[in-house]
């Protein structure tokens, strides 16, 4: 158990890392679309739910897991259509 | 064969994931980098479907439809305006599906799986504690965006300390369960509490600290999703929701600074609303006011505009009629620019949004430390639905409770129209000393009313 531990951190340190020097290089411009972009993807734990909602744990797992299920694709879908939609909007100027 | 399969692809769906971020940090690449994490969204989700633990899609099936069905009008026809309120709530939602799949996973290793280890039992705490403050404390400040509950900051005697006896009372519980994992009472009255300290925690702070809040639940939401990851030992959780924390973490940080606060001063502070030292003698002082023809006169003999939108310019939907008067003006040979304060608006790169909705090329949108030193020479600066973001005092009054905090410099144009729709205070309740400057006119109205009659004047006189 330990080493899953250890393990553990060593993804999640390095992820931290990585994301905050992707994450301090997006512009003031597109923070918007960055929160809500992150957003979507951290409807990832619909991979959890999923699991959860159609494994053999009993009804209140499957109970919670199906609303799990929902809110997760709320986010997933609606996240991906509305970061879409707001960088859909980002236009250059005409060249002056 | 299957784990394989899902190791792969959830592998790719993170190194997606990771390059779908790095488009976000240029406009051009953007939209192909959302797109990127989308692919892998969809692999990680159609590979877990054939997860050997999966023995019904019944019930997977009735909870995709109706995420599905909720989740395309929350991503198609939700306005711009609305954005903050938006993302709020889908804070609330991430919260709430990390909490239930922690409360689930508990309740089936306490009765099926019969194996709670001290590593399990302490990420799934924490997975449920943070996942269920992130939900109720969402709704919250969802509620206040929205004014379903008041955006001032609700205070009462020693509230801190009640909030601190229920951090503590928690944590607390945590570590007793980590050691008596099969108390199930004390793991739901954990979560109980998780859920009440979301609503004590968002219920002092003030519309204006929105921003720093919204972060906050953005960074939860992901530490959640990274506990949640720990304990179902799945490093794809482990790494988006690492992702995500450390996003709203560092938002947060550059919002707060934007605001020369600290997180102690945002979170315990209860700042805004009410009155406060140093605003007393409003109505007494003189104002200078214009009436909408006499800024068209004045911007037609402008060569160069800045418009300094604020919070006021979203409530009344004006950005479409600010597009209006930029072409006109730009017809007219006068060079126009936007002035964009990191906090201006409920969430960060709020006005961005919208100027880009209603067309406004991005290159026109100037952060705050760009265009100040330009400002002195800028003929005519509009300051739309902005209030606290140009207050002067900031800059000059020590004595001032937003002292210190960086703001536009809009009274450095050579002249100032200040549209507003009385002479209330802004959200930090203090006063403005940039309202009765010399170079200061006021012009009382609504922000897309007074910008449509600017506009109407503007045709008949061309």
């Known amino acids: 158990m330990p080493e899953k531990l250890i393990f553990g951190f060593y993804i999640f340190t390095l992820s931290i890392f990585v994301g905050y020097q992707i994450i301090s290089k997006v512009p003031a411009l597109l923070h918007t679309p960055l929160m809500s972009a992150t ?50 909007m980002f236009k250059k100027g005409p060249k002056s | 064969m299957n784990l394989i399969l899902l190791s792969v692809s959830y592998f790719l769906a993170s190194v997606l994931f990771v390059l779908g971020l790095s488009g976000l940090t240029k406009p051009k690449t953007a939209r192909r980098g959302v797109g990127l994490a989308g692919v892998g969204m969809l692999l990680a989700v159609l590979a877990t479907l054939l997860h050997q633990d999966i023995i019904t899609y ?24 609305k954005m903050p309120e ?3 709530l889908s804070h609330a ?9 922690g409360i689930a996973k508990y309740w089936s290793h306490l009765h099926v799986d019969g194996e709670l280890s001290k590593f399990f039992m302490g990420a ?13 404390g969402s709704l919250m400040a969802f509620g206040k965006l929205q004014g379903v509950i008041s955006g001032k900051p609700m205070t009462f005697k020693g509230q801190n300390q009640f909030n601190f006896l229920i951090v503590v009372s928690s944590l607390v519980l945590l570590v007793y369960l980590v050691f008596h994992p099969h108390l199930s ?57 690492a992702l995500d924390g450390g996003s709203g973490f560092l938002l947060a940080m550059l919002m707060s600074r934007a605001m020369n606060r600290s997180f102690r001063n945002v979170l315990f502070g209860a700042f805004g609303g009410e009155v406060g030292g140093d605003q007393v003698a409003t109505q007494n ?36 009629a600010v597009r209006e008067l930029h072409e006109l003006l730009e017809k007219n040979g006068t060079e126009v620019r ?107 109205g609504d922000a897309k009313a007074v910008l449509q009659n600017i506009v109407s004047k503007l045709k008949e006189a061309a």
């Open chain 1, 39 to 88: 957003n979507a993807i951290s409807g990832i734990s619909l991979v959890a739910s999923l699991v959860v909602a159609g494994g053999k744990y009993g009804h209140l797992s499957t109970m919670l897991g199906t609303i799990a299920v929902a809110s997760a694709t709320i986010n997933v879908v609606g996240g991906f259509l509305i970061t879409d939609r707001m960088l859909k």
């Open chain 2, 58 to 81: 019944q019930w997977i099936i009735i909870g995709l439809i109706v995420g599905t069905l909720i989740g395309i009008p929350m991503g198609l026809w939700i306005p711009m305006t």
């Open chain 2, 86 to 88: 938006r993302i709020a």
């Open chain 2, 93 to 101: 939602f991430g919260g709430l599906a990390v909490a239930l799949v």
């Open chain 2, 124 to 136: 799934i705490g924490f997975e449920v504690v943070l996942g269920s403050l992130t939900f109720t």
């Open chain 2, 185 to 241: 009472t004390a793991f739901f009255v954990m979560a109980c509490l998780g859920f009440c300290l979301g609503i004590f925690l968002v219920l002092p702070i003030g519309g204006a600290d929105m921003p720093v809040v919204i972060c906050l639940l953005n960074s939860y939401a992901g530490l959640a999703a990274a506990a949640a990851g720990f304990a179902l030992d799945n490093n794809v959780l482990i790494i988006c929701g």
């Open chain 2, 285 to 320: 002082k003189p104002i200078l006011q214009f009436a909408p023809e006499d800024v068209m006169e004045y911007l037609q003999g402008s060569s160069s505009v800045v418009i300094v939108p604020g919070y006021g310019m979203a409530v009344a939907q004006a950005q479409h």
């Open chain 2, 338 to 444: 936007y002035a964009i304060h990191p906090v201006a608006g409920r969430m960060p790169g709020h006005m961005n949004v919208l100027l880009a909705e209603a067309n406004i090329p991005y290159e026109k949108l100037i952060e705050m430390d760009e265009i100040n030193p330009d400002l002195p020479k800028v003929d005519a600066c509009i300051v739309l639905g902005a209030n606290d973001v140009v207050n002067p005092s900031a800059r000059d009054d020590p004595k001032s409770s937003i002292y210190g905090m960086p703001i536009i410099n809009a009274d450095a144009a050579r002249m100032v129209f200040v549209v507003k729709r009385s002479m209330a205070s802004g959200f930090a309740g203090i006063d403005n000393p940039l309202f009765y400057k010399d170079n200061t006119r006021m012009v009382f």
